[in-house]
């Protein structure tokens, strides 16, 4: 099994709909991210979380929610979709620092 | 957000050739890391940075920590058709910081 899996992997919704990406790790890690991949961008930090009581605002958390349900679950929430958000969404979770962090394999979402 | 200068985008290269990438930045990072990305996968570290002028390597890959500690290079020696994939480029600026600050990517085709 994957140590990190994220669902759905692929996801098209309607502007205004609330929608949620989830993302679980096996890896025992108490950090996790969540980023936005878009082409030409690289990625972007959204949120990020060291342990179930801390949650931190990335780069570009406007229109983005998370909860960390537990410390293998962290999920992000797009209260209100809209068209600018359809990326490739990735988690991530570490030991230590970012530079010791091992991302999932992606969510694709449309936002039509 | 700010982002990382990396070239080239895209590169077209025959299987045995040499590969050379590089990411640079107006601002100095005391962390550089480079990641590979696979078609449907996430990012997977393949070599980190920590001290200026440093020189790494894994395997086929070397990396380079510039000394002016606002660039580093990506050298791949003797492609083969498995190193295809997109290569980032990624800093951290402050020690203990979470915030990474990713390049655009160089896409790498290698023709057999």
């Not at chain 2, 990382?4 to 590969?19: A, C, H, R, T, Y």
Request: hydrophobic share 30%; net charge positive.
């Amino acid at each position: 099994d994957a140590d990190v899996t994220q669902t759905p992997r692929n996801r098209i919704t309607k502007t205004g709909k609330r929608i949620m990406l989830e993302c679980s790790q096996t890896k025992g890690h108490d950090r996790m991210y969540w980023y936005r991949q878009d082409p030409g961008l690289g990625l972007r930090l959204i949120y990020y979380s060291f342990d179930v009581k801390d949650i931190n605002k990335g780069e570009i958390s406007d229109g983005y929610s998370v909860s960390r349900q537990a410390q293998a679950k962290f999920s992000l929430s797009l209260e209100s979709a809209i068209p600018n958000q359809t990326a490739l969404y990735f988690c991530a979770t570490s030991d230590g620092g970012p530079e010791t962090q091992y991302f999932g394999p992606g969510t694709r979402l449309l936002v039509l | 957000g700010q982002q990382l200068n990396q070239s080239p985008q895209s590169m077209f290269i025959q299987e045995g050739e040499d590969v050379s990438m590089n990411c640079t930045s107006s601002s100095i990072f005391n962390t550089w890391l480079w990641y590979k990305q696979e078609p449907g996968e996430g990012p997977v570290l393949l070599i980190a940075l920590y001290k200026a002028g440093e020189l790494t390597s894994n395997g086929r890959l070397t990396a380079q920590f510039g000394i002016t500690r606002k660039d580093s290079f990506l050298n791949i020696s003797a492609s083969i058709p498995s190193d295809v994939g997109i290569y980032f480029c990624a800093g951290r600026k402050v020690q203990g910081a979470q915030k990474l600050v990713f390049g655009q990517g160089t896409r790498l085709t290698i023709n057999p």
